[in-house]
């Protein structure tokens, strides 16, 4: 038995995980009795029937790599753990063992103290955060009222249900954020670097000063770093000047014998990885919002990301860092290749997959390298030629080499084309067959995208086409609309539709009404159509919002969707009593009465509008009922402009001062 890296640790911060070969696949009881042994002798923590368990894989249960965390011995215990390993390796015909350490972590509850170091500083930061409070608050006002209406268009609160909040501002910096940058800051103006120390040039963008001009503050020393490797490394050094900290990761590509179990390691891995970003000394520091490890095993492939990692450490720690994890996984299984990863939306659509499909990591691209080097014919015998990629991961290779042409230059959209054309003769369902669409459309070949879009196995291609040609070819979207057929829309997301049907409304309105009565008659189109209104010019918002109205009402108990029809009858009729269609603001009025309880803005709208037509006694009407319904802007009508006919019927002035009495009387 081969066994690599048992040694002492050297402080309490060792924490480490344990690899190990076993000569043939053992079964489940059998892995249990390995780690119940080991766990017997102090090697790892007590056992745990659901360590290492397979993700969704009820199959993979018999294993050959075997991995568990592991507790670094001292100088005394070392002679036990060997012996320990030993005689698990006799009983379990185990061929290699491995063990890797570190032994720091990051310092977060210094530099927590650091950050609070500065009393001024903290309370400029409360300031920021009054600020930000008062920014959002203004931004709410102006997406939700789109107007000078006296009536404010409404906006439906975000709910408890993450899944499905309907409006939102723009995220603003976490106060947490703002104070760590603030304190990296200041630590940078104190410190004036050498005459002949390297300093590194970046951006001044929101997040990169928490990873650039801040100093590294580790508890135990840095971690261990790597800055050279003997497997291919995309993206590094680069990495080092473009780390993302909103979204890193690695992608890695495993090679050598294809053993059961393999994921384990990377398992491992990722979990030493993350285990120095904690400090178990402090509740309140989070490091990163959310991370992830995805498993590619058709072609032995994964992807380590986290997302906004927020720590005290350069971008050079952490990136060496990671590649030095990944050299250790280098050092158990060969790695065939390997990539730096900002893991941004197109990435995650790919690798972390919610329909059923096999998540897919592409974790390299040497296609592209040949390109550069040797030209597109060249790269292209050597696709077509070699076996270690797939047939899937050559046509991902080439999208991403024609995604690096622009599409609008006639010349550079000739290569992407030849190259997509040619990752469809790999892959017919990869991509390709979107971006080629877009070449098409960029080069005013509408007939083509709708042609291919048609014979695509994919219904998302449909989609892109539309959208793309509403952008780009308005006025020939009305040709593309025959892909908005209807097992299209059926097969669609509501918030998906949505977009699509707000890009229109923008970009091609007067192709607005015949996509609109495409959409199929589905309910929970009303909350996702509802919110695409707030970002339209008031006609197409105006138009969007009856086809809301035209669906089917949502249950008194169907929450936002409910919500969101009530409120659609109220800013509708905003929307026409402002562009002077009065006699259509009285019908959305009369028609949102049995909803006006739910929601007493509809009294409101409806008032004007009855007062817009000279129908003074239902607009008083409506007025009485919007304050029997307790509608809480009540003292906006007496002055409202748009009820300015209203103002000398004495019928109007009595109303209240009765309301006011009977608020007299309540207090």
């Known amino acids: 038995m081969e066994l690599s890296g048992l040694e002492p640790r050297r402080s309490d911060l060792a924490r480490g995980i344990v690899i190990a070969r076993s000569s043939k696949p053992l079964t489940k009881d059998e892995q249990r009795s390995l780690w119940k042994a080991l766990a017997g002798a102090g090697v790892t923590e007590p056992e745990d029937p659901d360590r290492d368990a397979p993700d969704d894989e009820d199959d993979i249960i018999e294993r050959q790599w075997l991995a568990a965390p592991w507790l670094p011995p001292t100088a005394s215990e070392i002679d036990g753990q060997k012996s320990a390993f030993e005689a698990a390796a006799a009983q379990f015909q185990l061929e290699a063992i491995w063990c890797v350490k570190v032994e720091t972590g990051i310092d977060g509850l210094g530099w927590a103290e650091l950050a609070a170091s500065d009393p001024d500083q903290g309370e400029a930061n409360e300031e920021d955060d009054e600020e930000d409070a008062e920014e959002e608050e203004s931004d709410e006002d102006e997406e939700a009222e789109g107007s000078e209406d006296p009536d404010e268009l409404q906006a439906v609160e975000p709910s408890d249900d993450s899944g499905k909040v309907l409006y939102t501002a723009p995220d603003a910096p976490s106060a947490a954020l703002r104070l760590a940058e603030a304190a990296a800051a200041q630590a940078a103006s104190e410190t004036e ?36 490797v003997t497997f291919p490394i995309e993206r590094y050094p680069e990495m080092v000047e473009e780390f993302d900290w909103e979204s890193f990761g690695i992608a890695i590509k495993l090679s050598g014998p294809d053993l059961p179990g393999e994921e384990s390691i990377v398992n491992a891995f990722f979990a030493l990885w993350l285990s120095v970003f904690q400090d178990e000394r402090t509740d309140d520091f989070e490091p990163f919002s959310r991370a992830d490890v995805v498993h590619d095993r058709k072609h032995r492939s994964a992807l380590m990301w986290i997302e906004r990692l927020q720590i005290p450490a350069t971008a050079s720690d952490q990136v060496n860092f990671l590649l030095w994890i990944a050299a250790r996984i280098n050092d158990i299984v060969p790695l065939a290749w390997a990539r730096f990863d900002p893991v ?28 550069r080097r040797h030209g597109e014919d060249a790269a292209l015998q050597w696709a077509v030629a070699q076996s270690a990629w797939s047939r899937r991961e050559l046509a991902g290779m080439l999208i991403e080499v024609a995604l690096e042409h622009d599409p609008d230059l006639e010349p550079t959209a000739a290569v992407a084309e030849r190259l997509l054309r040619r990752a469809l003769a790999f892959d017919a369902n990869s991509d390709a067959n979107g971006y080629l669409a877009i070449v098409f459309i960029r080069q005013h070949r509408l007939p083509e995208a709708v042609a291919l879009a048609r014979t695509a196995a994919r219904s998302d291609v449909n989609l892109l086409v539309v959208g793309e040609a509403a952008e780009h070819l308005p006025d020939e979207l009305g040709s593309a609309l025959i892909l908005l057929d209807d097992a299209t829309l059926r097969a669609t997301e509501p918030d998906e539709i949505a977009d699509l049907v707000a890009s229109i409304a923008r970009y091609a309105p007067r192709q607005l009404d015949a996509t609109l009565t495409r959409l199929p008659r589905d309910v929970a189109l009303v909350p996702y159509l509802y919110n695409a209104s707030f970002s339209l010019e008031r006609p197409q918002a105006l138009a969007v919002l009856r086809r809301v109205l035209s669906l089917p009402v949502p249950d008194r108990e169907a929450g936002e ?39 007493p803005y509809i009294y409101h709208s409806g008032a004007c509008a009855y007062a817009a037509v000279g129908d003074i006694d239902k607009a008083i009407e409506q007025v009485k009922l919007a304050i029997e319904h307790d509608y809480e802007h009540a003292e906006k009508m007496e002055t409202d402009i748009d009820l300015a006919s209203l103002h000398s019927d004495p019928r109007f002035s009595q109303l209240f001062k009765d309301w006011r009495t009977r608020r007299a009387d309540l207090n």
Not at 199 to 225: K, Q, V
């Open 193 to 228: 670097p050498a005459e002949d120390e390297p300093t590194e040039d970046f951006d001044d963008e929101l997040g990169e000063d928490i990873t650039s001009t801040i100093e590294s503050h580790w508890r135990n020393g840095p971690p261990p770093l790597e800055r050279s």
């Open 344 to 371: 941004d939306d197109a990435v995650k659509s790919r690798a972390i997959t919610e329909d059923g499909t096999d998540p897919f990591v592409l974790a390299g691209n040497p296609f592209a390298e040949r390109f």
């Open 561 to 599: 969707g409910r919500t969101a029809l009530v409120m659609a009858w109220n800013n509708a009729c905003i929307h026409a009593h402002a562009l002077g269609d009065y006699k259509l603001a009285v019908e959305l009025a009369e028609g949102g009465q049995p909803y006006a309880p739910e929601n």
